[in-house]
């Protein structure tokens, strides 16, 4: 349901005009499925891309992926309406955990310290003290599980912040490649 930014074309006649605010890549790609065209992936063409070195440029990055994605929707909602039931639900399922699963994951969290303070109070601070070390020790790892687990937390709280910035408003219409590429 979208191309990936770095390397994707269309036919010229199905290149559709937009704002600034909303992202190409995925305005584009599904301009051609709106036009009962197919979007295929090619499997033997590859393109590299240079991650970003800083965990604050890509938190930046999340963040501003996110608000724009979430502009995106609301500039393609009208098309998105009119989409079999099977496309809207591979759009949305997509869309609902990759914007809002950092607010499952709060929420979540403050459900179980809850639980256990129900249970302990004892329990619920041991279980938040296990959390705030497991954090730490995260966001100090370099590689392993821990440090895995820690980037897609981050790449979730981040995203989540970039709809809400969304939701009120805000819009990111300049990109500016991270310096640490």
Do not use: C
Not at 14 to 31: I, Q, R
């Amino acid at each position: 349901m979208g191309a990936d930014g770095s390397i994707f074309s269309i036919r010229r006649s199905l290149y559709p005009e937009f704002p600034d605010t909303v992202l190409d890549d995925l305005t584009v790609s599904m301009h051609v499925v709106f036009a009962g065209q197919r979007l295929i992936k090619v499997e033997d063409v590859v393109a590299y891309e240079g991650a970003v070195a800083k965990r604050a440029d890509e938190i930046a990055r999340k963040i501003r992926i996110a608000a724009r994605a979430f502009h995106t929707h609301g500039f393609l909602a009208p098309k998105l309406a009119q989409m079999s039931r099977l496309d809207k639900f591979k759009y949305a399922s997509r869309k609902l955990l990759r914007w809002f699963g950092g607010g499952f994951l709060v929420l979540g969290s403050l459900l179980m310290l809850a639980a256990a303070a129900l249970v302990s109070p004892v329990l619920a601070l041991a279980l938040l003290g296990a959390g705030a070390l497991v954090v730490v020790l995260g966001l100090r790892a370099r590689k392993g599980p821990l440090a895995s687990i820690m980037e897609i937390v981050i790449a979730l709280l981040a995203t989540q912040q970039g709809v809400l910035r969304a939701m009120r408003g805000q819009t990111f219409a300049v990109w500016n490649p991270a310096k640490s590429r």
